[in-house]
């Protein structure tokens, strides 16, 4: 047995049993199993994965997981937030003259889509998710 630590971002944490959402866990996989099987065992259609990264760096689905030591992370391309980041609960869309007095005045002119949490009354934009993503993405594809 090999054991891989997961991390799902985005969209894909919806797929997970709740203790293991948008966090890392570690999971035994089978000698031979793939990231492929290891995804779909884990509840995640491979077919909603974009982007997997192994120890940094991104693989195929064949990728056979005894060769993995470390980290296994699956991340999805940046979108508009659907969950909040901070209590997780759904987000809806709004005008931006509705939350214009509670953005930082490079976000005003910049971004033009705007989500907000009725729990905790948090506004995101593209940005304030895909930071992390957009880094990571840029990373793999320097010239994308
Ligand atoms: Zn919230």
Redesign the pocket.
């Given at each position: 047995m090999t054991v891989a630590t997961f991390r799902f971002y985005e969209e894909l944490n919806d797929f997970l049993a709740p203790e293991r959402r948008k966090r890392e866990f570690r999971c035994a996989c089978a000698r031979a199993a793939t990231t492929k099987h290891m995804i779909e065992a884990l509840g995640v259609p491979h077919t909603e994965v974009e982007l997997i990264l192994v120890n940094g760096e991104s693989v195929g689905f064949d990728r056979l997981l005894r060769e993995i030591f470390e980290r296994l992370d699956l991340a999805r391309s940046a979108r508009p937030p659907t969950l909040?980041l901070?209590?997780?609960?759904p987000l809806r869309d709004i005008d931006k003259a509705q939350v214009l007095e509670q953005l930082p005045p490079s976000v005003r002119n910049r971004h033009g889509r705007f989500t907000t949490?009725d729990?905790?009354?948090?506004v995101f934009w593209e940005g304030s998710h895909g930071r992390h993503m957009r880094a990571l993405l840029d990373e793999l594809m320097p010239d994308g």
């Amino acid at each position: 047995m090999t054991v891989a630590t997961f991390r799902f971002y985005e969209e894909l944490n919806d797929f997970l049993a709740p203790e293991r959402r948008k966090r890392e866990f570690r999971c035994a996989c089978a000698r031979a199993a793939t990231t492929k099987h290891m995804i779909e065992a884990l509840g995640v259609p491979h077919t909603e994965v974009e982007l997997i990264l192994v120890n940094g760096e991104s693989v195929g689905f064949d990728r056979l997981l005894r060769e993995i030591f470390e980290r296994l992370d699956l991340a999805r391309s940046a979108r508009p937030p659907t969950l909040c980041l901070h209590c997780n609960a759904p987000l809806r869309d709004i005008d931006k003259a509705q939350v214009l007095e509670q953005l930082p005045p490079s976000v005003r002119n910049r971004h033009g889509r705007f989500t907000t949490c009725d729990v905790c009354r948090r506004v995101f934009w593209e940005g304030s998710h895909g930071r992390h993503m957009r880094a990571l993405l840029d990373e793999l594809m320097p010239d994308g």
